[in-house]
């Protein structure tokens, strides 16, 4: 399975693991336009890209945002281009992202736009550690 081990393929796992009860992979493949719930498997086991095309709707589907599902595809469809997507389009946050670290930074830094120190960095790296159980990059 060529994307057995991709962060998307780990994320579409846990996310539908954890709608279990609430929606079936049938419905989910419903949603996204498909007849038959296997392409879903396909997708959560890494036999198959998601392809681009899809990501909107199956972000709904998941009730997951979409910008941070698209960074996934993208870096499914093109390894090693995250770099790349990053330079073209900077960072493309999330809605999550946006609400709770962008807003409250601006807020805080009253919109100067100050350059994190290796104080301020350690220091996010632990809350982060201290919330998430690993720092930012470890997760998906």
């Known amino acids: 399975m060529p994307y057995s081990e991709t962060p998307m ?14 929606k079936n992979q049938r419905e989910i493949a419903a949603e996204i336009g498909y007849d038959k719930p296997n392409m879903i498997s396909m997708f959560k086991r890494g036999e198959t890209k998601v ?9 709904k589907a998941l009730q997951v945002d979409p910008a941070h599902l698209f960074r996934l595809a993208m870096e499914q469809q093109w390894p ?14 999330s809605d999550n992202e946006t609400e709770n670290l ?16 290796s104080h301020m960095a350690r220091i996010l790296e632990r809350a982060f550690k201290e919330i998430m159980g690993a720092t930012p990059a470890e997760k998906v």
């Open 9 to 22: 393929a780990h994320y579409l796992t846990k996310r539908i693991d954890a709608l279990l009860g609430i």
């Open 51 to 59: 392809p681009l095309d899809k990501i909107p709707l199956l972000a």
């Open 80 to 93: 090693g281009m995250k770099v790349v997507v990053d330079e073209i389009f900077k960072n493309i946050a």
């Open 102 to 117: 962008l807003k409250p930074w601006r807020e805080i830094t009253k919109e100067r736009d100050p350059s994190p120190n």
